[in-house]
């Protein structure tokens, strides 16, 4: 990964809450107690909890880096007007951050810092300047239970990756990619034309900065080569058959310290023996005896979560009538409306006997010789 906007923006030793002069050891020791108490799995459904996981992942994946860190320091000295920026002369023009693409800058940085890590490209990244990695998608089958609690599941999946022969460099193992020394490293030069100067990608190095004199065995110097892998994914709870979830830069990695690209999970979700599903309500149909619809009482009903709730029935409940028992449907948490909880709906339907006892034909009969009203009536 070439440096990003984001290190201008984020203080990393801030976010981890030590010094800026602090020992690698006492980063990693910050890291980890912080790690321990805002896990996702300690702290389900807390989105701030979450938000703040990613933030100390991201500033430890730089921090914990002793070479990425360097450049991170670097970086966050220079600032985004610092010097050195190609095409840019000594008081050259200024840029505003937040008018530039991720990518774009990540390419300037790279070039500043003559890429020393991240996918040179080979033989298959033969276009100029970094390139985002591709969408990779995958799909991940769910029993209905799994998909209205949520989980964290490894997904297998073949797809281009980081390759591990050289770790993405490009280089044959032992050799390193070596600055290109038409560029100096920067992927482009300068064409002075009277007071401007003029920027165009080397052509040494097809814009890269770098120049492989000896390819990777396995990946031919492209950094990248297609193998299987397994990605650790959280599944918010109340996913839907068909949904497709998002996991940011977890597809194919880019290529000339481009980002990399996004993981797409098509979810299946299996129908489930007794509770279906509308919107974030749970639907459920039970039987009732003729007895209970006519005189009411009290049912009790199953959970998704494997306890029980009474539902109260009035007297002369209809077969097809739908109850309603609340909060006990699926339980979504949004960043907009934070935790909610649909219902579940309870169809009552009158279960009518096939086979009979002496005594009930009997008490049937009396029933049936009680009653006064035609159903039928008026059709
Ligand atoms: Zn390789
Ligand atoms: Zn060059």
């Not at 193992?173 to 300068?190: A, I, L, M, Q, S």
């Not at 004199?213 to 950094?223: D, I, L, Q, S, W």
């Amino acid at each position: 990964m070439a440096a990003q906007r984001e290190w201008f923006e984020k203080d990393y030793y801030q976010v981890l809450g030590v010094a800026a002069d602090a020992s690698q050891k006492d980063i990693t020791k910050a890291y980890r107690k912080l790690a321990r108490e805002l896990h996702p799995d300690k702290n389900p459904g807390n989105a701030a909890a979450e938000e703040r996981f990613k933030d100390i992942s991201a500033a430890y994946d730089v921090l914990g880096d002793e070479a990425k860190r360097t450049e991170y320091d670097e970086v966050r000295r220079l600032g985004p007007m610092g010097g050195g920026m190609p095409g840019g002369g000594p008081g050259g023009f200024s840029f505003n951050v937040g008018d530039m693409q991720g990518g774009d800058f990540g390419d300037l940085l790279g070039q500043m810092f003559n890429r020393r890590r991240g996918g040179f490209g080979g033989r298959a990244g033969a276009g100029v300047g970094p390139q985002r990695g591709a969408d990779v998608t995958a799909q991940l089958t769910l029993d209905f239970e799994d998909a209205v609690r949520g989980l964290t599941t490894t997904l297998h999946l073949t797809s281009d990756a980081q390759c591990s022969t050289c770790h993405g460099s490009g280089a044959k193992p032992g050799t390193h990619p070596e600055r290109c020394p038409v560029c100096g490293g920067r992927g482009v030069v300068d064409d002075n034309q009277g007071m401007f100067s003029f920027s165009t990608p080397c052509r040494n190095c097809q814009g890269r900065g770098s120049i492989i004199r000896e390819p990777c065995p396995t990946c031919h110097g492209a950094g990248i080569e297609r193998r299987p892998r397994e990605v650790r994914a959280r599944i918010p709870a109340g996913v839907a058959d068909g949904q497709t979830i998002r996991l940011k830069g977890r597809g194919a990695p880019g290529r000339n310290g481009g980002p990399a690209g996004d993981l797409l999970v098509e979810i299946h979700v299996k129908p489930d023996a007794r509770f279906g599903r509308s919107g974030n309500n749970l639907t459920v149909t039970l039987p009732v005896t003729f007895a209970e619809a006519a005189l009411g009482g009290d049912i009790e009903v199953p959970t998704i979560d494997g306890s029980t709730v009474m539902l109260r029935i009035r007297p002369g409940t209809q077969s097809g009538s739908r109850h309603r028992v609340k909060g006990k449907g699926i339980s979504v948490s949004s960043k907009r409306d934070g935790e909610t909880s649909g219902d579940l709906i309870v169809t009552v339907e009158v279960d009518v006997p096939a086979n009979l006892t002496d005594e009930q034909r009997a008490a049937v009969e009396q029933l049936a010789a009680a009653t006064t009203v035609n159903p039928r009536a008026g059709r």
